[in-house]
């Protein structure tokens, strides 16, 4: 997937929240949050829709903007990219800080512990750095044998 900039995520959220939506839209959602003006929302939408995650129609006088890709499918591919700048060694408790400051309800920590007991069937003896040489101090590479 491209990457979407923080300001191409704003423009994103109304167009996943609306399913189809005009520009006109896009700027009374997001006029209270940012000053932006009529260009420059149709400079992200432009960019969007090059990117390949909008695609629009034009209907009348106006364009209508759908999403072509799911705001799901955006959140975990953006997670992803970050823990792939991170050493996979260090994975595990960068998710525990996240853990603790995430709010949760009791289903959720249902969810989360019955998560946990399967995991208990498939773990590893060590993780190893997943890191080019000089860009990790951890260093603890799988053995090439
Ligand atoms: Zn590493």
């Not at 289903?107 to 019955?114: H, I």
Request: hydrophobic residues 35%; charged residues 30%.
């Amino acid at each position: 997937m491209k990457s979407i900039s923080d300001a191409e995520w704003e423009v994103m959220r109304v167009i996943w929240t609306f399913k189809e939506t005009t520009s006109k839209e896009i700027i009374a959602v997001l006029s209270p949050k940012k000053e932006w003006s009529t260009s420059t929302i149709k400079t992200l939408l432009a960019r969007l829709v090059e990117k390949g995650l909008v695609t629009s129609y034009r209907q009348g006088k106006h364009y209508i903007y759908s999403p072509l890709i799911s705001e799901e499918e955006a959140q975990y591919s953006e997670l992803k990219k970050s823990f792939a700048r991170i050493c996979q060694k260090k994975h595990a408790g960068l998710l525990l800080q996240l853990l603790d400051e995430t709010l949760m309800t009791n289903d959720d920590l249902q969810t989360f512990s019955k998560k946990l007991a399967q995991k208990k069937q498939n773990t590893v003896e060590e993780v190893y750095c997943n890191c080019v040489p000089g860009q990790c101090l951890c260093m603890h590479h799988r053995k090439e044998s």
